[in-house]
Each structure stands twice: as C-alpha cells, then as structure tokens.
C-alpha cells in the first residue's frame, strides 16, 4: 500500500499582497477595454459606419429582400 503524508499548506502575508495586487491589475484592463470600447463607438459614430463596420449604405437592407 503507497504512504500517504500529509501536506500543510501555509498562507503567507506576501500571498495576499499578491492577490491584492492581480486584482487591481483585472481591474485597470477592465477599465482600459471600457475606455477602448467607448473610444471605438465614438469613432465609428463619427465616421458614419455602424458597429459592425458597414457604411450606412450598406446597413440599410435590399428592398428585394423585405417583405411588406
């Protein structure tokens, strides 16, 4: 039969501080990619395009294709 030992693990102080500061850094992406995403948003207002990178004339739909 194989030996089981036990195993203590031990938190230190320097694993919060750790923690600590991963979270602030999630954080500052999280804002740099809001800051990003709202930048991109005003610039494709600004340049007429829709979100998804048309030009107005192509979002507006083929009247063929609309039912009525």
Excluded: C, H, W, Y
């Excluded at 938190?11 to 750790?18: G, L, P």
């Amino acid at each position: 039969m194989a030996r089981k030992d036990k195993i203590s693990i031990i938190r230190s102080e320097e694993f919060a501080s750790v923690e600590d500061e991963l979270a602030a850094a999630v954080d500052q992406l999280e804002n740099a990619n809001s800051r990003i995403l709202a930048l991109l948003e005003s610039e494709t207002a600004i340049m007429g395009e829709s979100p998804a990178g048309n030009t107005p004339e192509e979002a507006v739909p083929d009247p063929v294709e609309q039912t009525a």
